[in-house]
């Protein structure tokens, strides 16, 4: 196994994934990124998508709870586009993603969804961050890292 260092790598990784290790892969980009969310809620829902024993009855209270938060968080985001509001609403779609089953997912999966709006969450802080300390490309580099520690492990 080497080591994932592009986009094409990455995707095909994800896909080849089971459905449990779509859920924690994906739990583990959400809770990458929860800090930017403000809403506590969403650690009890990454804590199911990491559970490899969460019942089907877990699963769907923490993707209610998770589509409860994407909403809340969407209804702050408001007219003037506050970005750390904004980062909120990705943070809880990711979360919406990593426990939604893989027969109801987007394309590409939970993980490759978690992935996306993981990225989404940390572009809109850079957005308002003036220090130029981080890159937009740090959060996909660390995903990749990420993803091919799992697959090693």
Request: include cysteine.
């Amino acid at each position: 196994m080497t080591d994932i260092n592009n986009e094409a790598h990455f995707r095909r990784e994800l896909e080849s994934l089971d459905d449990l290790q779509q859920r924690r892969v994906a739990a583990l980009f959400v809770n990458h990124v929860l800090s930017l969310g403000t809403d506590k809620r969403l650690e009890r829902v990454v804590k199911t998508a990491s559970d490899e024993d969460a019942t089907m009855e877990e699963l769907a209270a923490a993707l209610k709870l998770a589509h409860a938060v994407t909403f809340d968080s969407h209804a702050r985001c408001g007219a003037e586009g506050h970005w750390d509001d904004q980062a909120g609403y990705f943070v809880a779609r990711a979360a919406v993603a990593a426990v939604t089953l893989p027969d109801h997912s987007r394309a590409g999966g939970p993980a490759w969804q978690a992935a996306m709006s993981a990225r989404m969450a940390h572009t809109s802080m850079l957005i308002d961050d003036d220090t130029d300390q981080h890159s937009a490309h740090t959060e996909c580099e660390w995903q990749y890292q990420c993803l091919s520690d799992y697959l090693k492990a």
